[in-house]
């Protein structure tokens, strides 16, 4: 992030230090691959909850994340810019919902996601063109972590590794 962006957001200010993914963002390359394993702690903390609460704190994640993206996005001047990857946090818990997080899992859940994320096939290529704000910038990530999900859990049913 240039100068002049870096002046306009502040790690001090919590909708911008989350929008950031706690600072993995500011990384100069790859920050939404860096916003992406920001996620694995988060991650492997709720691994401990049921079902329930790890959806309900995705579900969360993902209403917050507006906000923050939202909040960010403004300061910046610029709709979607590289360093917000909350939208890459809250896609990588979508993708871990109802799945049992091991070492294993969490390579080919975050694998998944990325591949997702970055080639962004039909629908999320169209979520990313037509809807703006910080709800479009969360639900492109949202959708790919919920394909990559039904992919990882397709693979875990067939258990094809």
């Known amino acids: 992030m240039d100068k002049q962006l870096r ?25 939404g691959t860096f916003g992406s394993l920001a996620a694995i702690p988060l991650l492997l903390m709720m691994s401990y909850l049921s079902i329930f609460w790890f959806v309900f ?42 799945v049992p997080i091991n070492p294993l899992t969490l390579l080919i859940g975050f694998l998944l996601f990325r591949f997702f994320d970055i080639l962004k096939p039909w629908p999320i290529r169209l979520f990313d063109k037509k809807v703006h704000g910080g709800f479009g910038i969360m639900l492109d990530d949202i959708v790919a972590g919920a394909i990559a999900c039904v992919c990882l859990h397709t693979l875990l049913y067939f258990q094809w590794w």
């Open 57 to 98: 704190v995705s579900a969360i994640a993902c209403l917050i994340g507006i906000r923050f993206c939202q909040k960010t996005a403004d300061a910046m001047g610029i709709h979607d810019h590289g360093s917000i990857v909350w939208d890459e946090i809250a896609g990588m818990m979508v993708v871990f919902i109802a």
């Open 7 to 31: 002046q306009r957001v502040s790690l001090l200010n919590p909708d911008h230090f989350c929008a950031l993914g706690f600072g993995s963002g500011l990384v100069p390359f790859m920050p």
